[in-house]
């Protein structure tokens, strides 16, 4: 009988620790179907939540979206648990530390970005025109900029999409779904409670299509767009001509105090900034709240 032989060690073998790793890719979560309302309540409640936590304002926010997880318009359960679990998170931290990952995270990280054009043209020539065709969106949704902020910025769109409930807002989010995907699983792959709310977003759009899931795959993998060679007016995503609407005339906008008591501003009364507001040929019971800006960093430069 022949003795099995052990396998002697290569003592020159070091095993070597992993410094890069390919990007990780999350499928996208199961849509749940909703109703209009219910879709509504969870767009501003992620458009409250997404923007800056400032200390005077974000406890009334969460309030605020609490209240509306239980109210008539509450969204069914797999999308109102990944929402409570940040709110939860959010009052265990206080807005001080999340205050803190918040700038770490949405100002430091390339692939956690809260403009929408950057995961499509990226820091480049073509942002101007992309910016612009946002603009024109909600323009052509009756409704103009209340607040010193971009016009792609996920907060804005997604309360646009809450108080108009138009089909323009719908088309925006779901032409940067690329965006928003890479934007998850940015989140998700480094740690921050923030990757609960973009999950409750996503359940909220269409599932992604095959060319949508290679596109996604390719974004994580390189990351936003950098600038190129050549000019061209085509952009990567859909955008909505205004020139044959009327001009938007000045804001004529309630007070908060009003809006509380009138619940004027949609589904959740925002206790935060307001990032849009209606054109003043709006009815009056649905106009906007004027309250505080939001901050004004920019999150132009990115590593």
């Not at 612009?132 to 209340?146: D, P, R, S, T, W």
């Not at 016009?151 to 965006?179: C, F, K, M, N, W």
């Not at 938007?248 to 105090?257: E, F, H, R, V």
Request: proline letters at 10%; one cysteine or more; charged letters at 20%.
């Amino acid at each position: 009988m022949i003795p099995k032989r052990t396998p002697k060690r290569n003592p020159t073998r070091v095993r070597t620790p992993s410094f890069v790793r390919a990007p990780r890719l999350l499928a996208a979560p199961e849509r749940v179907a909703l109703t209009a309302p219910q879709r509504a309540t969870v767009h501003m409640a992620a458009s409250l939540l997404l923007d800056y936590p400032a200390e005077d304002a974000l406890q009334a926010r969460l309030e605020a979206v609490e209240a509306a997880l239980t109210g008539p318009d509450a969204p069914p359960a797999a999308v109102a648990a990944p929402v409570e679990e940040f709110v939860a998170t959010a009052r265990s931290w206080g807005a001080r530390v999340l205050a803190e990952h918040y700038v770490e995270t949405f100002d430091r990280r390339r692939r956690c970005c809260l403009y929408l054009t950057y995961y499509a043209v990226g820091d480049t020539r073509h942002r101007g025109a992309a910016l612009l065709a946002f603009k024109q969106a909600l323009a052509a949704a009756g409704y103009e900029m209340a607040a010193d902020e971009l016009p792609d910025y996920l907060p804005v769109v997604l309360e646009l999409s809450a108080r108009s409930g138009d089909e323009i807002a719908q088309t925006l989010l779901s032409s940067h779904r690329e965006g928003i995907e890479v934007l998850r699983s940015a989140l998700v792959d480094a740690g921050s409670p923030y990757a609960h709310l973009v999950e409750a977003i996503s359940m909220t759009l269409p599932e992604i299509d095959a060319a949508t899931a290679d596109r996604v795959r390719a974004l994580v993998a390189a990351g936003p767009p950098t600038e190129t060679v050549g000019v061209t007016d085509m952009l990567p995503f859909p955008s909505t001509p205004i020139s044959s609407l009327s001009p938007i005339g000045p804001l004529n906008t309630a007070t908060a105090a009003d809006a509380a008591t009138t619940a004027a501003g949609g589904p959740i009364d925002p206790a935060g900034p307001a990032e849009v507001a209606e054109a003043s040929d709006v009815s009056e019971p649905a106009r906007a709240a004027s309250l505080p800006e939001p901050r004004a960093a920019s999150q132009e430069s990115r590593s």
